[in-house]
């Protein structure tokens, strides 16, 4: 037969099975070391021989040993693999990429200060049918290159340009949580306490449109109006004292940035604590829990009221475009909860909803 090397034309799949059948011949009587100083992957084409005559491997880290430009092209990449090596469907993927990789991150605020919180981000593209799959660090790596900078939307485009280019996709999106301290005055007794909010910032590209949009979970007390009336009912027709039932509930509230003008989220717990302000007290004195039983008692609220009273804030300002309230009221009276959506414009309908969405709203004090 012709050797490899001294055919004159490109070998096709005969002369390597030709060749194969060479190879192994020759192996199946050749001293294992002599196999792997050859080729350590021949030994993968013997049959019950593919550890048997590796040579002795090194259980030494080599700490001196660089993995230099020609060395990293000669490993393997299979994630980013030729079509071929799909599994299952060749359809395409929404969203793929990573999740809930944290890292510090310095944020401006409202008042001209800058605060650096632990912040989780997701990162994800759109991966085509005929594409294997994506190189995940390259998300986080786009992310890194960023990461020193004081965070706002503008920055998060400029990642989220950088990773969508590395991956030659058409939708992207982003996404960073974390929690956001607040200085919160009590009620009466002029004292004051940290309150943290659950905050998101997403940024999602999607058919060449972009939007920015914020979410926050505020966490407030409501008082039932029915069960309020029916204790004063008691009160003064029989003489009975009666309480009504309250419960911790959350709204989370997502809303499109509008209009150009920056919202803050600040701006956006402020229209929430207005809407219904009967939010949870951080430091409490007497004075405060009697003055936070008052409070209720002026907006006993059930939970479709919750919802269209943060929806009456957000439509009346011009920084808001579209936007969806979800509200739980976590009752003390049932062993369900009450729960409300509310949406405004195309970006939140949907016809299904996370199984999970409202358990998700349940919060650990």
Known sequence: MNFVGEIDREPDRADAEEALRLLRRWAVNA???????????????????EVGNYPDLSRVYPDDFVADADYRVTMPDLQNGP???????????????????????????????????????????SLIGEKKGINMSRIMRSFY??????????????????????????????????????RVASLRSGLSGWQYYDIALEL????????????????YSSTCPCSLELSEHARQSRGQ??????????????AVESGGKRLWYEDLI?????????ETQVMVKREDEQAFAELNAANPIFVE??????????????RI?????????????????????????????????????????????
Not at 31 to 49: C, F, K, M, N
Not at 204 to 218: A, F, N, Q, S, T
Not at 270 to 278: E, G, K, S
């Open 31 to 49: 001293d294992p070391t002599e196999v792997a100083r050859l080729d350590p992957a021949i030994a993968r084409l013997l049959p019950g021989r």
């Open 241 to 254: 004292l009666a309480t009504p039932h309250s419960q911790r509930s959350v709204a989370r509230i997502s």
């Open 305 to 318: 009221d919750a919802a269209r009273s943060f929806a009456e804030r957000l439509l009346a300002d011009e």
């Open 83 to 125: 079509s071929s090596l799909i599994v299952g469907a060749k359809a395409q993927i929404q969203h793929v990429g990573i999740s809930n990789f944290r890292l510090p991150i310095r944020f401006h605020t409202r008042d001209g200060s800058d605060i650096t919180l632990e912040t989780s981000v997701t990162g994800t593209v």
């Open 204 to 219: 999602v590209e999607r058919d060449g449109l972009r939007k920015r949009i914020i979410h926050l979970d505020y966490v």
């Open 270 to 278: 402020d229209l929430a604590r207005a809407a219904v302000p009967t």
């Open 145 to 182: 290159a960023h990461a020193e900078r004081t965070f706002s939307f503008s920055v998060l485009e400029a990642v989220l340009e950088d990773y969508k280019s590395d991956h030659d996709s058409i939708d992207a999106r982003l996404m960073m949580r974390f929690s956001f301290p607040a």
């Open 321 to 365: 475009g579209d936007f969806r309230i979800v509200a739980s009221h976590q009752e003390s009276l049932h062993s369900h909860d009450a729960v409300s959506v509310l949406t405004e414009g195309s970006t939140f309908v949907s016809e299904s909803i996370d199984p999970r969405l409202f358990a998700s709203l349940h919060k650990i004090g």
